[in-house]
């Protein structure tokens, strides 16, 4: 059974809060522009060249208070809010696709333990994952369920105090570095997704525990991409993440929350294009010059403005609202997440291919940087759900509501 299949959830979205980006963001965003301009910037291109991890940028991230903006303050974080966290990693992302996904996913790692873990496992890992002591991965995708994930058949077999591990998963965002791992497996093949369970498993104390060779990619080259095996990995009973036979609740839940991060990255890649060309264009005295082919480039950037403005405006409205659901204690607005998910992700890709045209032939440099937005962008519309997948459950909303406007949706 795949999520589209799955219970639908309330997607009402019944506040639409402003969202506000001067006060308190203003300070994360001023930390956060000396990393940038100092550490990130400089190296984006050797990262994305010599697929070198970017472990000082992220090291820079934490030095400057920015490691686990959502991570919350019983765990040492600052629980900034999701306005924050999307505004800074769209940032991160113009900057470095690369950087942006190790930062991203350490953060996908500790939701699932904050929302379900023990204390004794949240106080092992959310602060470390938080403070930059840890890396952390989640691991869900296998070669036969990647989109219908709920088929998956890695399989965690009870053994007296133990569970023992096989199988394997695919494309895992830092796999190869991660010291702690989320792992979601299937304690019986036969109950579909009321088998699956997750674990949290320390990876410098596993046995039968393998790392493949990091995929050589498209974009965001620095961030290490690998396969896991699983070969008769016997872990202790308490690695249990929540419950046994709760894990596809929790895996939603966490899945919801990094389309977050998918959108603000194709922010963030539509921006870190569009200010490449208008730098270019300002060196070559093209926006100012009156003449009609400059004129026909000045509107173009308008209209790219104007679609990166609406894109970001959709996101930090997702992101108020679905804090302010959040605080209500209600569930997660699936349709609106998937709808930002599907417009910022594509809007990430159809503005950077859009620069990269204006540029010409020279945009087709690598020491430019907008073909290297273009790479970075493309994954965004496939990783954390399919946008096809996100369409679905549009979809599926619209049978549920069909005059409902979830994205503008204000009804009391
Ligand atoms: C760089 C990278 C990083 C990743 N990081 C992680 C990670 O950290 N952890 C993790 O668990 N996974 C990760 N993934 C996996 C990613 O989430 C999956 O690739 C994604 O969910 C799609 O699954 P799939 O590749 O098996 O494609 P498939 O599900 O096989 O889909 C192939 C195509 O078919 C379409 N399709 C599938 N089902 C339907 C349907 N019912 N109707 C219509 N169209 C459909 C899809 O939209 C897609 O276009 C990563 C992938 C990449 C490439």
Redesign the pocket.
Known sequence: M?E?ESPAYDVSVHESPAYDVSGPATAYLSALQPVLDEVIVPAAEDVDRDHLFPRQGVQALVDAGLGGLLIPREFGGPDAGLVVYAEVLARIAAACGSTS?VYM?NL?CAHPIVLGGRVDQQRRWVPALGSGQAFG?????????????ASMRTYARRDGDSYVINGS???????DVADVLVL?ATVDPALGRDGITAFLLDTAHLSGFGVGRP?D?L??RG?S?VPLSFDHCRVPADAVLGEVGRGWALLLQAVLRSRISAAAQGVGFATGAFETVVAYCAKHGLLTARNRAAQDLQFDLAALRAEISAARALLLHACAATDAVAAAGGADPTALLAEVKLHCTRVGVQVAARCLELLGGEADRLDVGLERRLRDAK?TE????????QS?LIARDLRFSPTAMSALDTRP
């Open positions: 795949s589209i996904t996913t996908h991965a989640t691991a869900l995708t296998e070669s036969e369920a990647g989109s219908d994930v998963k695919m494309f895992i965002s830092n796999g979601f995929m990619k974009g965001q961030a991409t994954i496939i990783y954390d759900g399919t946008n096809q997948v679905m």
